[in-house]
């Protein structure tokens, strides 16, 4: 754990002071290896399409777990989750959003954000994008890094890329589709839950949960589903409450701009919190 976490702060230290990195994400090697298999069956795509790397990343790690004390088990962690951050850079996009000059640069940054041609330049709809992408982008990954390993932060990758990235998603059978997005949705469900706890450690405690209770009361689901609508409800609910506490005036409050920067503060909180939560976890390790 304590190699995971060493791996995480240099992941963290390269995407924010080598940003032009993002052109080693390449995920070719992907399009050729699903190409040499059966992609008519869900099944076959999952398991040698996804499970085949993910489990040859995991013989790697744990045959370089000892070697040089862990010296080259940390390289390939580092390598695997920086590989697997992303692919694009959330700062960056955000700032696309923020800084464009005119609407057509604006939809752009708007679709690169949210890897989808229905987003609109509103408050709400800029909340749900920030925070969506963090997700993908950041937590999700990070969730199944410190849970199972490099084996783990590719497996979220490659099932993200399989079941929502367009130029992935159109070249698969409907089967595999829908296979492909619930699994995502599966291993979705867990970092966004604990997005949603932290959140209300960071932000407003008591519109977090009030707006997550609500939500599950409304829809009727249940806290073990993997409707994960809840994310953007505490999402804006948080980005409302943060806005309220600060210093704005009049309509500036709930512009499109504020709240976005906003949002990206609040994420910026949660990833302080997890990584916080991951330290703790090593220390009592150490000390145990």
């Known amino acids: 754990m304590a190699i995971r976490l060493v791996a995480i702060v240099l992941v963290l230290a390269v995407c924010r002071g080598l940003p032009d990195l993002v052109r080693l994400r390449d995920f070719t090697w992907f399009h050729a290896w699903l190409e040499k298999i059966d992609r008519q069956s869900a099944a076959t795509v999952l398991v040698l399409g996804i499970a085949v790397p993910t489990l040859l990343i995991a013989l790697v790690e744990a045959g370089l777990d000892r070697v040089l004390l862990g010296l080259f088990g940390l390289i390939v962690s580092a390598f695997v989750l920086y590989y697997c951050w992303g692919p694009r850079d959330l700062e960056r996009d955000v700032e696309a959003v923020v800084k464009a000059p005119d609407v057509d640069r604006r939809a752009s940054a708007l679709h690169a954000l949210r890897d989808s041609d229905d987003v609109t330049y509103t408050p709400e709809t800029l909340v749900e994008s920030v925070f969506a992408a963090a997700l993908s982008r950041w937590f999700g990954v990070l969730f199944w890094f410190v849970v199972l390993g490099p084996a783990g932060a590719l497996l979220y990758r490659l099932t993200q890329l399989l079941a929502l990235s367009p130029e992935f998603a159109h070249e698969q059978s ?115």
């Not at 995502?184 to 970092?191: K, M, R, T």
């Not at 997005?195 to 249940?222: E, I, Q």
């Not at 948080?238 to 503060?265: K, L, N, Q, R």
Request: glycine share 4%; proline share 2%.
């Open 174 to 288: 409907s089967s595999t589709q829908i296979a492909a997005q619930r699994l995502a949705s599966v291993l979705d469900w867990a970092p966004a839950h604990l997005m949603a706890l932290c959140l209300a450690l960071a932000s407003n405690f008591d519109a977090v949960f009030k707006t997550w209770r609500d939500y599950h009361l409304s829809h009727g689901k249940g806290y073990f589903t993997l409707d994960l609508g809840f994310l953007a409800a505490i999402a804006r609910a948080s980005v409302d409450a943060d806005v309220a506490a600060e210093d704005h005036e009049g309509a500036d409050a709930h512009s499109p701009s504020v709240v976005i920067e906003d949002a990206m503060v609040l994420v910026r909180r949660v990833l302080v919190v997890w990584l916080t939560l991951v330290a703790l976890i090593v220390i009592g390790r150490l000390f145990a």
